[in-house]
């Protein structure tokens, strides 16, 4: 699964491979390893044609983040709302959004180390993801100024008409007024 949620395994070996056959190439200097490196060549950019097409859950999940911090990015609710259940269980996912939007203009917000773990026992899925998020932008009460700082980040997800969403409540490292 680890070569279909990024294209640097792929790249990596790829590269390795590449790198095996060319101190091959110059010990022995028979042609036909070229070849060799053309066919691994071959397989490494397939490899990574089909990493880009296969979406899988862990892609769609980053999928809604990104989109959620983009809203958040734009200063606006209801696309952060549009990743979050519709239902009471994504109320309290609403309240920290609209006291995100209160306390800070966000002018960027990018985010790394993505782990998530699945429950596929459950019905529908959950996740549960951990990851940090730097966030750059400006406190809206002027006390603070500039901001450019990661926020450690725990959220929760379900899957509901093949997307997933944010329920419950996202933990932060915040603090909260």
Known sequence: MIFLESPWPVLIVGLALEMVLAIVLFTTRRGVVLGAMAGVALLVALGV???????????????????????????????????????????????????????????ELTLRNLDVKFNYQTSPPTAETTFTVWVRGRDRSGVVGELYRPVAMEVKLRKEAGRWLVYGEPKHNVREY
């Open 49 to 107: 044609l089909i990493e880009s097409w296969v979406v899988t859950d862990t892609k769609l999940i980053r999928q809604t983040l990104e989109a959620a911090a983009a809203g958040l990015q734009a200063n606006n609710a209801q696309r952060v709302e549009a990743c979050i259940v519709p239902d009471a269980d994504g109320d309290v996912a609403r309240r920290k959004v609209t006291w995100a939007l209160s306390c800070a203009e966000f002018q």
